[in-house]
């Protein structure tokens, strides 16, 4: 009832009334008639947040709940348009490289380079055997970018699987968020079902445990020196729990789903994955018809910002995802907007779409918020942010939020509440950024902020360090910490934070930050700095194309501008220094022209060609050009 006052759905009275009935089944019946009797759209909300339940309380409540049943098999269920993608999943046999190696986005802009055409596996046979002979699979992974819809596909896969459309041989569902297991120290199998769902202490056999977000448990699985157990009362931490589900140690009777990012997903065992599957991205049509809906444009501005990322790869590609389809959306939406739009090119990088991101929720406060409480917001979000970004944390709790002067309840409406999103559980109250990059732009701030004045190392998070003074040095231990071999979950903080050199993000900020931010005086340094790394590297790496990202966050395109004309002239073939050939990765990576278009035969010798092998693996288009001249 609280969450139905929040939206304006109950009144005051109407809550105090329902609150003096008795017994409970009263005032539940008392509430669905209120609801019922004032219309359609009010039945609607209710089933909106029972839905954002958690799915076992969904599923008692919507289908097992006569009550509720009664009145809510009227409401028509509407399936979004940006989940016709999950009606399929991708068939792999295992994860590339990138996947392996590199960050979420990182793997967005490569695609599915180096592996080839992957078969479609409609959602109703996601556990069903692919031939007459083979059985179904007892462990199910299904991988997925951050915001790529994983959570999404298990309330959908849960609501048609309630109505009997699909694997109506599995007698009972249970489902658990990963998330919420970060509380314990230590659990049994029972009371990991009881988590699930209270009602239930013994799954059925053949019954169906869906383990969401295997990346947010607090630590990660490790089967090689994880405590075997096949007692289900044993108490054992949450990850060896995990792990001995998956090698059916416990709960061997039951079908185990895994959904996870794919860096998570590494951690299990080949052998123990009987069906591996990946979530589709949106095709170009979806993608402009959600910037249609998102926009709601009759002057053609969805078609022009659908033709500006037509012509950027990566953008292009970050659409692919639904949440990030939709920030961007309203990023472009909101820069057309807050400027003429025949004056002012729309943004090409990350620093500058989410800057507009951010500007944008200013907008929304409308009194709720004042604006110096909502810089206040943004300086502690970032400490917050950064400090997950340390621990590789995504979810975050109420002590965390206090720890870093958020008070809760967060109010409605608020800058905070736009930008961090309740996680629903009954268990544990938690919080998530509305995505990965808000997180990491949000922490980028912070780092931005504070090693002006840090006189430590910032990731050593009150540890022990050498005394590091100045905004350049700290950028450096930034940069070093990405190259390294396990710092690539950092490249995209690294571009943001380099983004904040550019005078154009700078004037977007204006008024967002907490403190007053001045034209960065470092920017020429940094520039050399990333420069005399990219002229000095031997190896075409991803770190290195990343690199070459920051200088063009910063807005420092001369060589990647002087390289895409000699391409077109071409006279690349003389230019080819390391810091060029960096820069002519990124375009094959960035610019669909360059990837779909060059001739590299034309300027690449053997010797550079191998150089250039970790790019060129996953640009297939070029692949046919380099075999003829080898």
Known sequence: MAKLQELEMLSMEEIQRLQELTPLNKQAEALMDTLGGKGRWYLQGLQ????????????????????????????????????????????????????????DIVQLELGQGGRGTPKRLPLEKLLTPLSRVSLPPRITLTVGVAGAGKSTLVRLFVEKWARGELCTNIPSLLTLNLWELNIFDRLSVEKLIRIACPSCSVPTPNSLLILDGLDELRAPLDFSDSIASTDPQKELPPECLITNILRGNLLPDVFVWVTSRPGAAAMIPGGLVDRMTEISGLESSEIKQHMDQLLHDTNGLADRICGHLEGHRSLNALCSIPTLCHIIGVSLGFASHAYDSTCLSLPMTLSTIFSWYLKAQFTYLDGIEQPSSARRTVGNLGKLAFQGLLRRRTVFYESDLKSCGIETPILPGSLCSRLLLPQNSPSCPAFCFSHLLVQEFLAAVHYYSAAKRAIFDLFAEGGVSWPKLGFLNHYKGATQRVLQTEGAQLSIFLRFLSGFLSLQVVRILAGCLPNKEEPSSHRGQVMDYLQSLLSASKTISCGMVNLMCCLHEMGHTDVICMVEEALKTGTLSRKLSPLNCCALAFLLRASRSCAEETNLSQCLNYNLVQNFLPQLQYCTNLRYVLKGKL
């Open 48 to 103: 909106t947040c029972i839905e954002n339940s958690r799915s076992s309380i969904y599923l008692r409540i919507r289908h097992h709940d006569p009550l509720v049943k009664k009145h809510l098999d009227s409401v028509k269920y509407d399936q979004h348009p940006l989940l016709a993608q999950l009606d399929s999943l991708l068939l792999i046999e295992g994860l590339t490289d990138a996947q392996l190696q590199e960050h």
